[in-house]
């Protein structure tokens, strides 16, 4: 079993930036793919960015150039930096870890953009 813990979620203004970390129990995080998500009020959850095993990345068209991923394995710790935020970027923020036969979540953390 693997508890994925985020935390850096708080309120910004248009414009700002935060730092969302997301720290993974037990001792095979090297092996995950990582991933962060969001779900507005009303919508549904959405990719925002992953990072796989090999350090790979790929982001949705809505935050690129804006946000970074990254991951430490040393920490067992993946990352998710979000620069010129935007109110439309207001959500609940959830981690993901894909290992080769399950899937884990985090608890989420509200980042909230006001304009």
């Known amino acids: 079993q693997v508890q994925l813990v985020e935390s850096g979620g708080g309120e910004v203004q248009a414009g700002g930036s935060l730092r969302l970390s997301c720290a993974a129990s037990?001792?095979?995080?090297?092996?995950?793919?990582m991933g962060w998500y969001r779900q507005a009020p009303g919508s549904q959850r959405e990719l925002v960015a992953t990072?796989?095993?090999?350090?790979?990345?790929t982001y949705a068209e809505s935050v690129k150039g804006r946000f970074a991923i990254s991951r430490d394995n040393a920490k067992n710790t993946a990352y998710l930096q979000m620069n010129s935020l935007k109110p439309e970027d207001t959500a609940v923020y959830y981690c993901?870890?894909?290992?080769?036969?399950?899937?884990?979540w985090g608890q989420g953390t509200q980042v909230t953009v006001s304009s």
């Open positions: 037990g001792n095979i995080f090297s092996i995950a793919d």
């Open positions: 990072v796989n095993r090999g350090g790979a990345t």
């Open positions: 993901n870890a894909a290992y080769p036969k399950v899937i884990y």
